[in-house]
């Protein structure tokens, strides 16, 4: 593609990730919202730049997407996308030949890296090991004796996009049974996807049930509390979907009553999570805080990623992460 | 094999794993000591029960198993052997035909576990959540911008042997660097081999620096204040070896100046570490209490690695987890 492209970019990037971006369209007219940046999260909900557009990178909203006359191609710099997940949106962009794509790819590493970590930290005790150092406790024989191998363990897993790929590739080696759930399968996945109502006899054998559901209208308070009462008292729970696909309530009933044993939370409702949440304190409830697809080279990987794909929108190639 | 074959054992089990012994030991003759039982590492020293055994199982002291006249293969229920690991032993062993067995088997898989727990524990930053949890803080940014991907970094093993092994086989997914150093080389290693020439070219590409060394006369104090400074400040050290292979003092040293960013410690020199121990609050300073080849189903596998090479002995085939 030789003549310049018009690419609206409203987000702010950090020096290094800045840089690189700047030289990857050198050669292409870059975009600025009029009004001032308002970081990632900001909507330029009329801002006349995207108008010229044919490109968008960021976080622009719904509605600018649709209104941009020659707009043929956005990718947001998230893994979520929530505000553009409903029928009408989808049909719209439809019509006016618009490809939207996320950033899962960047995210899905750090997110099945953190997945992993939890579900060791459960096996290995290491959040007990963690109080023990304050107190200056060394309880081996106890820690010996609550340890577990997850070698073996059965795995279910609510969502089968690209976090929860990686996942099964990081859990290869310890031959794991991994039972999923996906609302719409591709019919490559390489492990026993579910049925929603082939669930409840899976959660019933979980060790480890992880949420990795995005949120939309069908996920909301996904994992309520029937589905909790399925699960047996060796169980743990880990959420780094959405906090609104788990009923916190009902979390917190269970890990209280003993139904469960514990639960990780990355993302709550709301965030940050309030300091008088019951959830901070629940027994074998431990947070972190909406971090899972962090790391520190986060920045450069989004600017990567675009430019990657923008590379193959030039070429007329598929794009990767495409969920519009 | 259709004679009674007479069987020392000194180590007492938990009721299921005792049973499932004296299940698989029904055709042979089961030696008691004759002195009241001291748990698992007591010695019989001169114990009379063991002059009539042709094998022996549990933690009987060096001096014990040369002293029996007719024993030709004893199995330690440990992973360590430091007390048989000396010339005159092994030499005493090999003129009287005496294969001595250790459980690195049982201890590989929950071994190599806890080592990817802390290793991913370092890079999701877990503990500084955990504290952040104490004080009801969501620091999403900061934890963000500190965590780091696993994936594509370089770790360096201090010993090559069945943890290191399996440890390697759990990293696969992760595309890491994997350096090791083994005293006797097998041959048949998958990934880079280091001399000690080699070793501190290495200490100074090292992410993740894995002590995974047994005790004996060369091993004592090897990761000492002069290798302990070829490491990058971004580096993390982890000892689930032995407590005596690390140099306590320089290792405070070096994470009190932010020389190392952390180190994750299953064992130390003495156990428990003492109350006023220093290494309890030195910054980055994780401390798990000898715990990592612990798991809920420990003494069963003891039983049954036995058992399995009790079997192979009878049929004359090459014992595992040989070390003598």
Known sequence: ??????????????????????????????????????????ASQSDPA????????????????????????????????????????????????????????VYAEPCAEHLLALILATARRLPDCCEDQHQRGWHAAERRRQAFLLRGQTVVLLGYGAIARRLTELLAPFEVQILALDR?????????????????????????????????ATTAGFL???????????ATVYNIGRGTTLDHPALCAALRSGAIAGAYLDVTDPEP??????????PGCHITPHMAGGRNTEHVALVRH???????????????????
């Open 50 to 105: 995207i108008l010229e557009a044919e490109i968008a990178f960021g976080q622009p909203d719904p509605a600018s997407l649709l209104a941009a006359p020659r707009l043929r191609f956005a990718q947001l710099t998230s893994a979520g996308y929530t505000r553009y997940d409903e029928p009408r949106f989808r049909g719209a962009a439809r019509s006016k030949g618009l490809a939207l794509c996320s950033s899962s790819t």
């Open 1 to 42: 593609m030789s003549e310049r492209v018009g690419i609206f970019c409203d987000t702010e990037f950090p020096r290094e990730a800045a840089a690189e971006l700047a030289a990857g369209l050198r050669a292409h007219r870059v975009l600025r919202p009029a009004v001032a940046l308002r970081g990632n999260l900001a």
């Open 273 to 282: 999570l309030p300091p008088g949440h019951p959830l901070w304190d629940a």
């Open 306 to 324: 675009f430019l990657a794909n923008l590379a193959r929108y030039e070429r007329g190639e598929p794009l990767r992460d495409r969920v519009v």
């Open 224 to 234: 309520d509390a029937r589905r909790l009462a399925k699960l047996q008292p060796s």
């Open 184 to 216: 719409a399968p591709r019919g490559d996945e390489t492990v026993t996807m579910l049925s929603e109502e082939e669930l409840d006899a899976a959660l019933a054998r979980a060790d480890h049930l992880v949420d990795v559901l995005p949120e939309n």
